[in-house]
C-alpha cells in the first residue's frame, strides 16, 4: 500500500513537499520544517518551539526525540488544565529545582543555602557542613568562656511543624520532605542538648 | 382532508421529549409550530451564537428549563484565548426579560460574572437549579448572591468551574429558611469553607441527596456531615487524608456502614490508600466510582477496591476513564493496550470509554471491537502524538477500523497514534451514527477529510488539529456545514482565501479565524490569501456576525 510504504522512506524525501520560506534552490533548514508556522515573522520568532509545536511527521513520532519535546505542545496530551494540576510535578523539574535550605550556625555573620539532594545521606551531608562554615569555627574556641570545645557542634533542623529537631533520628528520604531549615548548634547549646538526652 | 384539532396535537406533544422531534414536529405546518412552541419547557441551545437569546425567549416563552453552551471544545485544552467569548450575560438579559418563570439554567464553558449572578438571582422568583460547567468568569460573591436570592432553590452544581476565591461567607448566605436543597456540588471552589455552616444547611436539608465537597472540607467534617445525612446516594469526599490508626478513621467507617443509599463516590482529594479502607463498606453498591483526582492511590489498594465494588458487577460496566498517571513520560506504571483488552474481555456492556495510554497496538483494537459492539462513546488518547503499533510500526488505521465497522451505534469518536487517510475512509464508510469526530496529528492529504465529510451523515461536529487538510477538503462541499453545528480547524493548512472563499459561498456560516499573534493586529489588512489560518472555527447561525468578538477573532 503506498501510504503504508512512505513510512519506511528516509525522512528527507517529505523535504521534497514540505512548505517552506526561502528562495527556489535554497538549502532546506537543519530543522524539519514545520506546516504549521504561519507567516514569516513568526517563524522566526519562533523558531525554537518549532520542533515541540509542530505535526509530528511518521518518522519523528518514534525518533528517539526527547519526551520534553512532546510534552511542549500546547494543547496536548487533551488534558483539561483542571486535572493536570493534580499530578505530581515533572521529575526533570523537580530534580532541576534542587532542595535548598537555609543553613545558621550559632555566631556565624551570615547563613548559607544548600541543597539537600545533593547529598546521599547525613554523612556526607555533616561533613558538606562542617566544610562550609570551617572558617567561622577557628574563631569559636577562645571566645566562649566556660565551654570545653568549640568544635563541638550539634546540627539540628526544623521541620514542617517548626520544631527544632536534632538531625539523624529519621530515614533521610523523610528527613528530606521534611527539613525546611538546618542550625547547628554550638559549645554551651550543645552540651544542654545532650544533657537532656540522657536525663 | 380531515381537520385534526389542535387539542389532539396539544396533547401528543406533551409525549414528545426529545429536542430532535419536537424541532422536527414543529417544521410541519404553521399551527403545529405553535403548539409545540407554546409547551417547550426544556431548549437546548448547543452554540450560543447560532442564534440570538431574544429569538428563543420570543419563541419558547414558556420555557423552564434552559441549557446553553459556549465555547468549542478544544477551549478544554486551552486551544481558545481567554476571552473568545461565550458570555452568559445576554442570555441571562434576556431570559429575565422574556422567561420570568425560568427555574433551570445550565450553561456550559461559557463566561459567567458575579453580575450575572446576581441578575439571575434576582430575576426568578421560581428559580430551582442552577448548574454551571466549566464556566469561568465569577467568584464566590456570586454564590453568594444565588445563595441569599433563590428561594426555594434545589440544586447548585458546579463542576470543573474557574471561580475567584473572594472568601467563605457565600455558604452562610442560604438563609435559615432554605431546606429545599437537593444537590450541591462545589467541589471546584478552592478555597476555605465555613464548615459548621455547611453542617448546619445540610442537617436542614432533609432531601438532600447528593453533595460533593471541595477539598477544605476535612475528614472530621465530612464525618459529621455524613451523620447528619445517611441518606446521601451520591457523595463527593472532600479532603481524604487519613491515617488509619486514628479515632477519626474508625469514627469514617461507622458513619460509611450507615450510608445505605449511597451509589456514587468521587472526591478522594489527597488520598492515600489507607483511607481506602474507609469506603469498603458502601463499594458493593456504587454504581459509579471516581478516583481521577488521586494519583497517590497505588495499583494494588485500586485493584482490591474495584474487586470490592464491581467485581461482581464487571460485566455490567458501562462507562470507564482512565487518565494518565504521568502525561510526561511512560513510567514504570505505563499503560498500554493490555489494558484495553482485559477490560474489554471482562465488560462486554462498555459504551463509553475515555482511555489515555502510551501506546495502543491494532491487533488490541481489533479484539477489543469484537469483544465492545456497543460502544457509543470511544475516546483513545495515546500520549505521543501520532504514535504508530510499536509492534508492527503500521498506522493504526485497521485498529480504529475495526471499531467503527463493528460499533454500530458509534456517537462519539477520538482518534489517535499515526493515522493516515485510510482510517477517515473507513469512517466515512461505516461510522454512520457519529456525530462528534476529534481528530489530532492525522492523515495524509485533503482525502482524508473529505471521506469523513461525505461520509457521515449524522456529523454535528467536527475538531481537527495539527493535520494535513487545506482549502480543497474545506471548500469540497460547504452546503455539509449548514447540516453541523461547528467545525474547528487548528494548525492546519487551510488558508485566508479559503476561508475567505467559504464565508462568500455561505452566509449562514460564521466563519471566525483566530489569530493570536501581535502583528496580525497591524497588518490584518495585508494578510493575503496565502496566509494560513492558525485557528479557524466554523458554526452555522441564524443569528447573523457576533457583535461581542475581540480583536483577534475575524469573522469573514
Known sequence: MEAAARYVKDGADLRDTELRLGLPGSEAPEKPAVPSTRGGKRALQEDDDMESRGKSRPLEADSAEAPAAKAQIVGWPPIRSYRRNSFPPR?????????????????????????????????????????????????????????????????????????????GDVPWEMFISSCRRLRILKGCEVRVLRTRQYS | MTYFPEEVVEHIVDFLGSHRDRNAMSTVCTAWYQVERLSRRNVFVGNCYAIRPERVMARFPWMKSLSVKGKPHFADFNLVPYDWGGFAQPWIEAAARGCPGLEELRLKRMVVTDDDLELLARSFPNFKSLVLVSCEGFSTDGLAAIATYCRGLRELDLQENEVEDHGHQWLSCFPDSCTSLISLNFACLKGEVNANALERLVARCPDLRSLKLNRAISVESLNRILTRAPHLVDLGTGSMMLNHHTEAYHRLINTFLKCKSLRSLSGFCDASSCCLQAVYPVCMNLTALNLSYAPAIQGDDLIKLICLS??????????????????????????????????????????????????????????????????????????????????????????????????????????????????????????????????????????????????????????????????????????????????????????????????????????????????????????????????????????????????????L
Request: net charge negative; aromatic share 8%.
Open chain 1, 91 to 167: 521529575k526533570a523539574e523537580a530534580e532541576a529545582a534542587g532542595l535548598y535550605v537555609k543553613v545558621s550556625m550559632d555566631g556565624a555573620p551570615y547563613l548559607r543555602k544548600i541543597d539537600l539532594k545533593v547529598y546521599k545521606g547525613y554523612k556526607e551531608l555533616k561533613e558538606a557542613m562542617e566544610n562550609m562554615f570551617d572558617c567561622f569555627t577557628q574563631g569559636e574556641v577562645s571566645r566562649k568562656d566556660g565551654c570545653s570545645s568549640g568544635s563541638e557542634s550539634a546540627i539540628t533542623y526544623e521541620d514542617k511543624d517548626g520544631d527544632l529537631m536534632l538531625v
Open chain 2, 310 to 555: 464491581v467485581a461482581s458487577a464487571c460485566k455490567d460496566l458501562q462507562e470507564l476513564r482512565v487518565f494518565p498517571s504521568d502525561i510526561y513520560g511512560a513510567g514504570t506504571a505505563a499503560v498500554t493496550e493490555e489494558g484495553l483488552v482485559a477490560i474489554s474481555s471482562g465488560c462486554p456492556k462498555l459504551n463509553s470509554l475515555l482511555y489515555f495510554c502510551y501506546q495502543m497496538t491494532n491487533t488490541a483494537l481489533v479484539t477489543v471491537a469484537k469483544n465492545c459492539p456497543h460502544f457509543t462513546r470511544f475516546r483513545l488518547c495515546i500520549l505521543d502524538p501520532g504514535k504508530p503499533d510499536p509492534v508492527t510500526n503500521q498506522p493504526l488505521d485497521e485498529g480504529f477500523g475495526a471499531i467503527v465497522r463493528s460499533c454500530k451505534n458509534l456517537r462519539r469518536l477520538s482518534l489517535s497514534g499515526l493515522l493516515t487517510d485510510k482510517v477517515f475512509l473507513y469512517i466515512g464508510m461505516h461510522a454512520e451514527h457519529l456525530e462528534m469526530l476529534s481528530i489530532a496529528f492525522a492523515g495524509d492529504s485533503d482525502k482524508g477529510m473529505v471521506y469523513v465529510l461525505n461520509g457521515c451523515k449524522n456529523l454535528r461536529k467536527l475538531e481537527i488539529r495539527d493535520c494535513p487538510f487545506g482549502d480543497d477538503a474545506l471548500l469540497k462541499d460547504v452546503t455539509k456545514y449548514e447540516t453541523m453545528r461547528s467545525l474547528w480547524m487548528s494548525s492546519c493548512d487551510v488558508t485566508l482565501g479559503g476561508c475567505r472563499a467559504l464565508a462568500a459561498k455561505m452566509p449562514s456560516l460564521n466563519v471566525e479565524i483566530i489569530n493570536e499573534s501581535d502583528e496580525a493586529n497591524e497588518f490584518q489588512e495585508n494578510f493575503g490569501d496565502l496566509h494560513k489560518v492558525e485557528k479557524l472555527y466554523v458554526y452555522r447561525t441564524v443569528g447573523g456576525g457576533r457583535t461581542d468578538a475581540p480583536d483577534f477573532v475575524w469573522i
